[in-house]
Structure formats: C-alpha cells, structure tokens
C-alpha cells in the first residue's frame, strides 16, 4: 500500500473498442441470434500506466453515448467511482435512440435513457476497479468488501437452437447441433454437464408453443432428477398460459422466470402460481422495485449488472431485496469473460445468492482474455489476483474490432427479429402475449 500510495491513479486515456463476437443461432422469443453480437470493450488508463478493462452492451446507442462519456473520464481518479454517475447524468442522451419501450425486443426490460447511461457507466465502473485493484494489488472483491465465497454456481443456459445460421449467413461454426425438441435440448444439457459440470438447468422459451416447451421441462426433470430446472419465456404468456404452465411444472420448477410482461400480471401470476417468479425484465431498476415488491409480483431479481449501473449497484440491489426478503441472482446476455470475472466477482460478495448465476459464456467460442475462465463443476473460482484477474489479450480483440470495422452497420444493433427474416421472410416481432 505504501507503495500504491506513490502510484498516480489520474485517468489519461479511455480507449473503447467496439467488437462483433460470433453467436451460435440461439432461439428466443423474438427471433434468432444474429451470427455476431456486438459488444463494448473498455480500457481505462491511469498516470502511473495501469490500464483497467471493462465489457459491456455494444450497440450504436451505447457507444454514441460511451464516447463522450470516455473523453469526460480522462484527467478524473480511477478511484472516484461515485462521480462516474455524476459524469453520466451530464452525458447527453440521444432521445430518438430511448424508445421507452422493451429494449431488444424486451430482453433488456423497458429501455430509458437512465438504463443506457447506466450499461455505460457499469463499463467505466468495472474498468476502474480493475485499474484499483491492480494498482492496490487486491482483487476486485476486495474492493468491494471481500468475498463471502470462493467459487461462484452458474447454471447451464440451455436454448433452442438450430444446427447452423440461415444458409448463405457468414457465420462461425459451433459443435453443439441443434436443439428443437425434447430429446435435443436433453441432449444439450448432457453435454453443457459434461464439458462443465452444471447441475442445475434454465432453459430458454418462448420458442415453441407452451405445451411443447412444458414437455421439455418435463423431459430435464426425467434426465436430471431432483435437480434445479428454470424456464424463461421473456413474457411471451398471457396470465392465464403462465399459470397453465406454473401448475403443470410446479413440482420440479425452481423458479419460473418472466413468464408474462408487466408487475400486473407479475403479481397475478405469482399470488396463484405456487412457484417463485424470478424477473430480469420486470425489475430492471431502482424505480421498479416498489411496486413490484409491494404487490409480490417477482420473489427472485436477477441483477445484469450491465444495465443495473455496475457491480455496486448490484450489491445495493441485493441489500434490498435481502430487506424485503425476496432473492436475488444473475441472469445474463451474450458477454465475453470480462463481463463473466465481473460478475464472479461480485456475486461473490452477496451473501444472500441463493440461486446460481446464469451466463451465456459457453456459447461465445471467442473471448479477448489471454486465458479464458473455466467452469469447474458448474463453478467459476473467484479470482484473487489483483483486479479482475484477467487479461486482455490485443491479438485477440484486434479481428474481432476489424470485423466490427468491416460490418457495414447491419450486425452493430442487435436485432433477432432482422435475424430471423433471413431463414423466415414473413417473420415479424411476435406480440405479446404471445399464448
Ligand atoms: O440471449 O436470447 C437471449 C436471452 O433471451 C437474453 O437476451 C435475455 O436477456 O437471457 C436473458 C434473460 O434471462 O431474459
Ligand atoms: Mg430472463
């Protein structure tokens, strides 16, 4: 510490390297994963040379506003983590960007201009702290108040899915086969506990109809006996098919997890349910919670510590929800390891995670790390190096930028719905409900 204390911690340059990372042809609710996903990564450089890396959305809307947010960082203290909101509210948003309505077609919950500001500034946030801590030699959960658990549980992250992306789409390979059916999405959970141990389950719905997905569940619960399964739909049911689905599947649910959109029908489905409801759509922000928690409508939030401002925020989150005695966890987007040692890290310090994390990290067969992290029995060890205690690897970003350079703008938003209309040109955004 003495001799951190000599080490000059003013920020002198903040380099934001927009990427397209290669996407599996994942099914949702909306449509299919695009072949590439864009996503934001930051550095933040200090006096003394220490340089802090960061990951978060990539879209344009995030990087109009991440760019004249960066140039506002430089000459301020890595450590002032606080004045990274003051900086965001004093950074413009473009209001023809805020639609005010679900964002990614809802997977994100409702988009405002504070949720943008805030996917940025949780960026910043998590570049900072690695700059502290590899400046203070302590790892990133230290600076939040130290870990209360050595390894972080991630859940299997199981999707429809098809073989390939539509003929004729430029798209990296992956060896995980499709997956539209029963049978394939038990055979995919085999494989997610083979290559990494999970042992619980989240499956990803809204796809098929609730009958077939409910058949899915049931055809886990018989492959996995006893052990924890999720469906999420991202709100594509009606109260009444949610409710259909919660009886059907009420004994070997953990959770259901947005079964419908809106605390309303949240609190309807929950008072009849008989099973908790878990919400990363319904609950996105501080505003939300009163109500939502007021009305019972959700008894597990899953934090994305993207759009919820950071891993500090995150924390607050769980401070709140252990008031209110409801539970808290993680869900997850497409993300790379920067964002995955972020949230081991910070889940690591909640000592009312009850639930285990989800991440999409198994399907990105690309990464910016010099070492990607492992799962090891569905667990990631909690880093104790100094800051995130990962590495950027250049060599690494440097074609995933160029492919982002060449893009000619049709990949740098994520849309599934566009995606979709290349193997299925009539394909619109589903409304909801849906069923
Ligand atoms: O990647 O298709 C996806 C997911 O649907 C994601 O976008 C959601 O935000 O995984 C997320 C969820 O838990 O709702
Ligand atoms: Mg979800």
């Keep these: 510490l003495v001799g951190a204390a000599s080490v000059n911690l003013t920020i002198t340059d903040v380099r934001l390297t927009p990427i397209l990372v290669a996407d599996p042809p994942l099914l949702n609710t909306q449509g299919v994963h695009q072949p590439y996903t864009p996503r934001l990564i930051v550095e933040v450089e200090t006096a003394g040379g220490i340089v802090g890396v960061g990951e978060t959305y990539g879209d344009t809307k ?54 943008l500001r805030l996917s940025v500034v949780s960026g910043f946030e998590v570049a900072c702290l690695d700059a502290l801590g590899k400046a203070l030699g302590l790892p990133v959960h230290a600076l939040l108040g130290g870990k ?29 086969g499709a997956a539209v059916d029963p049978d394939g999405v038990v055979e995919q959970a085999r494989r ?23 058949a899915a569940v049931r055809a886990l619960a018989k492959a996995f006996p006893g052990h924890p399964l999720r469906l999420d739909p991202n709100g594509a049911w009606s109260v009444q098919t949610s409710l259909k689905v919660a009886r059907e599947l009420g004994d070997v649910l953990e959770y259901l997890e947005d079964p419908t959109l809106g605390t309303a029908g949240m609190a309807e489905v929950a008072a009849r349910a008989g099973v908790p409801l878990a919400t990363n759509m319904c609950v996105t922000t501080f505003a939300e919670i009163k109500e939502a928690f007021t009305k019972d409508a959700v008894q597990v939030v899953l934090s994305d510590h993207h ?11 769980a401070a709140i929800c252990r008031a209110f005695g409801v539970g808290v966890s993680m869900h997850s987007n497409t993300h790379l390891g920067i964002s995955l040692a972020a949230m081991t890290h910070v889940a ?36 104790d190096a100094p800051g995130l205690g990962v590495e950027l690897d250049h060599d690494r970003l440097r074609p995933l930028h160029q492919r982002w350079l060449d893009d000619d703008g049709a990949l740098r938003d ?16 589903p409304a909801v409900p849906r069923w």
């Design 62 to 115: 995030y990087l109009e506003l991440a760019r004249p947010f960066a140039r506002k960082l430089v000459g301020r203290q890595v450590g002032d983590l606080n004045g990274l909101f003051v900086v965001a509210d004093d950074v413009a948003v473009d209001r023809s960007r805020v639609s005010g309505q679900v964002d990614v077609g809802g997977l994100r919950g409702v988009q405002t201009a504070d949720k």
């Design 148 to 176: 209360v658990r050595d390894a972080v549980e991630y859940s299997a992250y199981l999707f429809y899915k098809w073989a390939d992306h539509p003929e004729g789409v430029r798209a990296e390979k992956d060896d995980w």
């Design 192 to 214: 997610f506990t083979e290559r990494y141990g999970f042992t619980s389950f989240k499956l990803k719905g809204g796809v098929f109809p609730p009958d077939e997905e409910i």
């Design 307 to 317: 759009y919820w401002g950071g891993l500090r925020n995150t924390q607050q989150l």
């Design 348 to 383: 690591s310090t909640v000592p009312n995670l009850h639930h285990a994390c989800d991440s999409h990290y198994p399907w990105q067969s690309e990464d910016v790390l010099t070492e990607r992290l492992a799962f090891d029995a569905g667990k990631v060890a909690v880093p």
């Design 414 to 429: 994520r849309d599934d719905a566009a995606a979709m209309r290349v193997a299925e040109p009539e394909w619109v955004t």
